[in-house]
């Protein structure tokens, strides 16, 4: 499964962005997706994830109420919509497939296919 990000770039603090991961010649529908971002000098971290079974989803503490993560299945499209952006939002945001669980979950350990990642950068 080949998975494509697209959308960062450079926005204004209080700004928002989308991003999107694609997978071409895959059915994305029929994985659990996540969003990991990784902050200069930081671990990977889980952004949001959501399964394939029930379209159940989970956001880290630090997006509540900001960020937002959806599916567009007819697209093979996963999106991770970000608004009330902060400058400690800054990172390399990744999307990822687990392989075998259509189960979603934070763990980066978890997920056996990634994207190359999209720069979010996030000035004050």
């Known amino acids: 499964v080949q998975l494509v990000e697209s959308g960062g770039g450079l926005v204004q603090a209080g700004g928002s962005l989308r991003l999107s991961c694609a997978a071409p010649?895959?059915?994305?529908?029929?994985?659990?997706i996540a969003w990991f971002r990784q902050g200069p000098g930081k671990e990977r971290e889980g952004v949001s994830c959501?399964?394939?079974?029930?379209?159940?989803?989970w956001y880290g503490d630090f997006v509540k109420g900001r960020f937002t993560m959806s599916r567009d299945n007819a697209k093979n499209t996963v999106y991770l919509q970000m608004n009330s952006l902060k400058p400690e939002d800054t990172a390399v945001y990744y999307c990822?497939?687990?392989?075998?669980?259509?189960?979603?979950?934070?763990?980066?350990?978890?997920?056996?296919?990634w994207g190359q990642g999209t720069q979010v950068t996030v000035s004050s």
């Open positions: 959501i399964s394939s079974l029930d379209g159940s989803e």
């Open positions: 990822a497939a687990r392989r075998y669980s259509a189960n979603y979950s934070p763990d980066v350990d978890d997920y056996y296919y």
């Open positions: 010649g895959s059915t994305l529908g029929n994985y659990a």
